[in-house]
């Protein structure tokens, strides 16, 4: 396989717990960050910090709200995370494509 197409694959997305987060805010408008991290099973830290990453990279926005008997995060894809996810989800097709050219069938 010609690893042409690998170095387009966005690493800030590509770490696992960051595509995870990224793959469940793209399916949904938002998600609470406690509803995240239940979904996801990360702890509190180590969600804050994938999401600082995220949100460093403007692929992230989080919403800050206390209308409720405590403090609520609102996590969102952006709209260039939305787009970021889409360029990685079409990386991944080329590798695909790319593979299933070169690999005889089994």
Excluded: W
């Excluded at 209308?67 to 590798?95: D, K, M, N, V």
């Amino acid at each position: 396989m010609n690893p042409e197409p690998l170095p387009d694959l966005d690493r800030v997305i590509h770490e696992k717990a960051r595509l995870a987060i990224v793959s469940a805010l793209s399916a949904t408008p938002s998600l609470t960050f406690t509803d995240l991290r239940n979904l996801l099973g990360m702890t509190d830290g180590n969600l804050t910090s994938h999401l600082r990453i995220l949100q460093e990279a403007g692929l992230v926005s989080l919403t800050k709200s206390s209308g409720e008997a405590r403090p609520q995060t609102t996590c969102c894809l952006s709209g260039e995370g939305r787009a970021a996810f889409s360029r990685y989800l079409g990386h991944l097709e080329q590798i695909l494509t790319q593979f299933r050219k070169t690999t005889p069938p089994a």
